[in-house]
């Protein structure tokens, strides 16, 4: 069954600052893996989603990289803005009961950015 | 597209009482899935669908909930009877392929209370 970790669970940082998030997952048989954004209240936005063949995917100043054999995912954030404060979530897709590869999401890392 | 529908957006109900959370999917998309998110669990899946039917069920918590797919653009999420312990942040997504395989994209959820 897919275990997936998040670390830090909470992270605040001044604005300006490079940061990374870190993802592990326990099953590296995997296709992809997608990184959501949660605002407080509000519903999951989609950041990335990274294909195993990836390895790398980039979106404005954030840079998400997949390494499928040490069952981890980095997300990296540049040049941090208030505006980036939110919950970050990882998913990676696993075994489900009967049926395989449907999402399977970690607590999440809220971050938090000072002005 | 408006992206993933949901209604309602917040539904304060009292113990016993039904309760109807509905979703609309994103046009094409032959996958929906809903989500139940809480502090102490996050967010996992309760019942997924490819096209209209229900494909697994196991995350349903119980016989009082029940969810059904009338037709590609419409869904529901039924509790009956609802219980304190259902408050929950309920979430429909929706994706091309199963998830493990194409990107999902959420809706806003549904913050529901029993009281």
């Known amino acids: 069954k897919q275990e997936v970790t998040q670390i830090p669970a909470a992270l605040s940082v001044p604005e300006g600052e490079n940061l990374v998030l870190n993802c592990s997952f326990t099953?590296?048989?995997?296709?992809?893996l997608q990184w959501f954004r949660q605002d407080p209240g509000k519903g999951l936005t989609s950041l990335l989603l990274?294909?195993?063949?990836?390895r790398e995917q980039t979106s404005g100043r954030l840079n998400a990289s997949l390494d499928k054999s040490s069952g981890r995912s980095t997300l990296y954030i540049a040049a941090s803005q208030p505006g980036d404060s939110a919950t970050y979530l990882c998913?990676?897709?696993?075994?489900?009961?009967?049926?395989?590869?449907?999402?399977?999401f970690g607590k999440g890392t809220k971050l938090s950015v000072k002005p | 597209d408006a992206g993933v529908i949901q209604s309602p957006r917040h539904e304060v109900t009292e113990m016993g009482q039904e309760v109807t959370l509905r979703c609309k999917p994103i046009?094409?998309?032959?996958?929906l899935f809903w989500y139940r998110q809480t502090m102490m669990r996050g967010l996992e899946l309760l019942i997924y669908f490819n096209n209209n039917v229900p494909i697994d069920d196991s995350g349903m918590p119980e016989d009082r909930f029940s969810a059904k797919m009338p037709n590609a653009s419409f869904s529901t999420l039924k509790i009956q009877p609802s219980e304190p312990r259902d408050s929950a942040v309920y979430f429909c997504?929706?994706?091309?392929?199963?998830?493990?395989?194409?990107?999902?994209?959420f809706g806003q959820g549904t913050r529901l209370t029993v009281v």
């Open positions: 990274i294909q195993s063949s990836q």
């Open positions: 099953d590296s048989a995997i296709y992809n």
């Open positions: 046009s094409g998309h032959d996958y």
């Open positions: 997504a929706s994706s091309l392929f199963l998830q493990g395989y194409s990107e999902a994209f």
């Open positions: 998913a990676p897709p696993g075994g489900y009961g009967g049926s395989q590869g449907n999402l399977i």
